[in-house]
């Protein structure tokens, strides 16, 4: 059982910056691939970052050269740094967990809110 809880969201300009963290409760967060994505008002969910248990990343090309993915094994914890904020990143931002077994399920978090506006 993986349980996933976004923070960081809030308010800011364009150009501004936020930090986004995901706590994972369970064991083997360790060897478990994670993921932030974005669903925007009446858009499809998509990927915005992933970082493997081994640390590899993979970006959008949206947001690459603005947002860092990181994860703390030891905090269990993984965070997206968003710089230079634009419009078009507000969204809600989820977190996801993807376990090394293709026959588990995979895990959301409940989002958190991203608002960039003047």
């Known amino acids: 059982q993986v349980q996933l809880v976004e923070s960081g969201g809030g308010l800011v300009q364009p150009g501004g910056f936020l930090r986004l963290s995901c706590a994972a409760s369970?064991?083997?967060?360790?060897?478990?691939?994670m993921g932030w994505y974005r669903q925007a008002p009446g858009k499809q969910r998509v990927l915005v970052a992933r970082i493997s248990s081994g640390g590899s990343t993979n970006y959008a090309d949206s947001v690459k050269g603005r947002f860092t993915i990181s994860r703390d094994n030891a905090k269990n914890t993984v965070s997206l740094q968003m710089n230079s904020l634009k419009p078009e990143d507000t969204a809600v931002y989820y977190c996801?967990?993807?376990?090394?077994?293709?026959?588990?399920?995979?895990?959301w978090g409940q989002g958190t809110q991203v608002t960039v506006s003047s």
């Open positions: 369970g064991s083997i967060f360790s060897i478990m691939d």
């Open positions: 996801n967990a993807v376990p090394p077994i293709t026959t588990m399920s995979t895990y």
